[in-house]
């Protein structure tokens, strides 16, 4: 059965402004990196998402002071070897009730070779270059959490986490593959737009089958 783009859908109906967006890095070989925000199920329109102003500043991690360069649909930018990160809290402003405000932490990732998180929500290979990966949250695993998988072909299919907070991608064909998982979190939160009761954070990685 294949299914299409479950994810972080729940924010349709919690911020209309939001929607089913995701952040998300594509990397070839060494090249320089692109940073998007959009719906990686769909293709993407050639000026890019409608949203994709939102995205100004996300940040590297490890923090670098690399030029970000906006482009038609992406941010680029030129990081050293190796699997890249993003993170960013202020793409779209807290939404809701004054009293229940709700907002949005991205956390995007493209390489398999490190298997190890330095982001607080991240999704790592169990090893490198494996097609195993697990979902981290503040350094441990997060278990029985969807998880969606998207082909190079925009196959899509959503499947769980195991117990060890660990799940196998089908790997289908040669490609670029986005993996994506999304938490909620009712609470106390300060981000820097301002204080959230409610996070929604959203995490992703692409990786390349060659």
């Given at each position: 059965m294949t299914i299409r783009y479950l994810a972080p859908l729940f924010l349709v109906f919690a911020a209309p402004s939001v929607g089913a967006h995701?952040?998300?890095i594509e990397r070839d070989a060494s090249g320089p990196a692109r940073i998007y925000l959009g719906e990686p199920a769909d293709a993407l329109p050639v000026s890019g998402d409608p949203e994709f102003d939102h995205l100004k500043a996300p940040k590297l991690m490890p923090a670098s002071k690399a030029a970000l360069t906006r482009k038609a649909g992406y941010l680029e930018v030129n990081v050293p070897a190796g699997d890249?990160?993003?993170?960013?809290d202020t793409v779209f402003a807290p939404w809701g009730e004054a009293t229940k405000k709700e907002g949005v932490a991205y956390y995007a990732r493209a390489g398999r070779s490190e298997p190890r998180a330095?982001?607080?929500?991240?999704?790592?290979p169990v090893a490198a270059g494996s097609d195993r990966f697990a979902v981290i949250r503040d350094g441990k695993p997060v278990k029985d959490t969807p998880v969606t998988v998207i082909s190079p072909?925009?196959?899509?299919?959503?499947v769980k986490t195991d117990a060890q907070g660990h799940v196998a991608v089908p790997i289908r064909e040669k490609g670029r593959y986005l993996i994506s998982a999304s938490l909620k979190d009712e609470?106390?939160?300060?981000?820097?737009?301002?204080?959230?009761?409610?996070?929604?954070?959203i995490a992703t990685t692409t990786f390349v089958v060659d």
């Open positions: 995701e952040v998300w890249v990160r993003a993170h960013d330095l982001m607080p929500m991240e999704i790592v072909d925009k196959w899509s299919k959503s609470g106390n939160f300060d981000t820097t737009l301002g204080a959230v009761s409610v996070l929604h954070s």
